[in-house]
């Protein structure tokens, strides 16, 4: 993916949407990661019988009681997440009923609609799944049930890539923009707690006892979290014709394939590596613009090993002072939806200017030579952040969000009768220096 197209389009992001372990809404979801993140609790699943049923769980009263069915197709928490993710954010862009028939659709999953599955194989005991459940993929639906509640007719597009799905998705939905094949594309994704996910994991013994840990000594795995993350993206242009405010511009993004094994990542990193230089050369800049990184770290302990090495080879000596924020470690691994929450993690840095104050690391992994501030947050000292994700098969995809002139404070957006509202949700901070000393 270039950073333009042949029409030299500029990908900016216009409307966000967020359901966590946090809360629901992006307001929810800022105040928690500026408030130290979420905390793992037991899945109360009677059926799921694996040993560790630890997970980011979003809070009951969050999770959407509706809709229930789409197409006769009962719907799991997942895309019931999904779609009040969606609806929060095509609201912030702004997009009345006209403008989103004319919105696409991609998103990425891993699981979709899988819980719904696993209820009513539950209940049946064995019994033939029944037309109504089994005649749809439980990763297409999320997509089409999005699309349906919201109008958007531009078209809709299911990406599957495990937990880089919507990294690619966002990714793709970028492409298209710059092709001029859409104006708008909505991009994201959701997962819902599933009893695969988590026995898998517990099977191969990647299920952390404790917490996710991202680049900590004792870590031992990760652990999953569920939600949906939604982002409005549309050409730079279409925005500012209808007086659109930006979050951030999405400057560029790049795939690699480690092509190594089917769940492992590549000890040398060679890919990881490929990928960030790539993105980076797609947006133009060199690895001094990049203010911030929001790493895959999912606390499993190679991959964590092998990406802060591949930091370590794009950035060189500036690793000593580039800030990362270790998402997992506050909303748990959320699988398919996880690069979709780093890109509206990485926007909302940009609006704010600074990187949250990472949760507490007992003790960081020697191995792991990067910069994970926790007592404060920083300052973003340059105006581009770098997202990954990663994921089994060695997909990798590195995306690029620059900031965008002009484009405000989230209380300026907003207006007057947004600012109190704002207020509640962005504490107060003490801007730091340099590796977290008070400027």
Same mark, same amino acid.
């Given at each position: 993916?270039? +950073? ?6 500029? =990908? ?46 979003? $809070? ?10 789409? +197409?006769?197709?009962?719907? +799991? ?27 696409? =659709?991609?998103?990425?999953?891993? /699981? ?10 539950? *209940? ?19 997509? *089409? *049930? =999005? ?23 966002? +990714?793709?939905?970028?492409? /298209? ?36 840990? $991202? ?9 999953? !979290?569920?939600?949906?993350? %939604? ?44 990928? %960030? ?27 964590? &090993? ?7 080879? &794009? ?16 909303? !748990? ?26 949760? $507490? ?8 030579? &990067? ?33 965008? $002139?002009?484009? !405000? ?31």
């Amino acid at each position: 993916m270039s +950073a333009r197209g042949a029409n030299g389009r500029r =990908v900016v992001v216009t409307g966000l949407g967020a359901i966590s372990c946090l809360g629901s809404g992006v307001p929810a979801f800022w105040q928690g990661l500026a408030s130290g993140g979420g905390a793992p609790g037991p899945v109360t699943d009677p059926d799921a019988h694996m040993a560790n049923r630890l997970m980011y769980l979003v $809070p009951a009263a969050d999770v959407p009681d509706g809709p229930e069915r789409h +197409a006769h197709v009962e719907l +799991a928490a997942g895309p019931r997440m999904a779609i009040a993710a969606a609806h929060e954010a095509v609201v912030d862009a702004g997009l009345d009923d006209a403008q989103r028939e004319r919105l696409s =659709v991609v998103l990425g999953v891993e /699981m979709g609609n899988a819980g719904r599955h696993e209820a009513r194989r539950a *209940a049946e005991q064995g019994a033939p799944i029944r037309q109504a459940v089994g005649r749809w993929s439980p990763m297409t639906v999320t997509s *089409a *049930a =999005v699309s349906a509640a919201i109008g958007a007719t531009g078209g809709s597009i299911s990406v599957g890539n495990a937990c880089a799905a919507s990294g690619y998705a966002a +990714a793709i939905a970028a492409d /298209m923009i710059r092709a001029g094949e859409a104006d708008m594309v909505l991009t994201g994704g959701a997962e819902g707690p599933t009893r695969v996910g988590m026995g898998v994991f517990n099977r191969i013994g990647a299920a952390d006892p404790v917490a996710c840990r $991202p680049f900590d000594t004792d870590r031992q795995g990760t652990l999953f !979290g569920d939600g949906a993350a %939604m982002l409005v993206l549309e050409s730079a242009e279409h925005a500012e014709a209808r007086g659109a405010t930006p979050y951030a511009e999405l400057s560029a993004a790049a795939f690699s394939c480690d092509a190594h094994h089917p769940t492992a990542p590549d000890p040398g990193g060679t890919q990881a590596v490929r990928g %960030m230089r790539r993105a980076l050369a797609d947006a133009g800049l060199r690895p001094d613009d990049v203010g911030g990184v929001v790493p895959h770290g999912t606390g499993t302990p190679l991959n964590d &090993v092998v990406e802060s090495k591949a930091l370590r080879e &794009v950035f060189g000596e500036l690793c000593d002072e580039l800030p990362l924020f270790s998402l997992k470690a506050m909303i !748990g691994h959320t699988a398919g939806v996880a690069g979709a929450f780093g890109v509206l993690t990485a926007a909302l840095m940009l609006r704010h200017g600074r990187v949250p104050a990472n949760a $507490p690391v007992t003790a960081q992994d020697p191995r792991c030579a &990067v910069w994970l501030p926790q007592d404060r947050p920083v300052p973003l000292s340059a105006s581009a952040v770098l997202v990954n994700a990663y994921a089994f098969g060695g997909n990798n995809v590195s995306l690029v969000l620059s900031g965008v $002139p002009g484009a !405000g404070t989230e209380r300026e957006r907003l207006g007057p009768a947004g600012q109190a509202a704002t207020a509640r949700h962005d504490p107060v901070h003490q801007d730091t220096g340099p590796r977290g000393v008070a400027a």
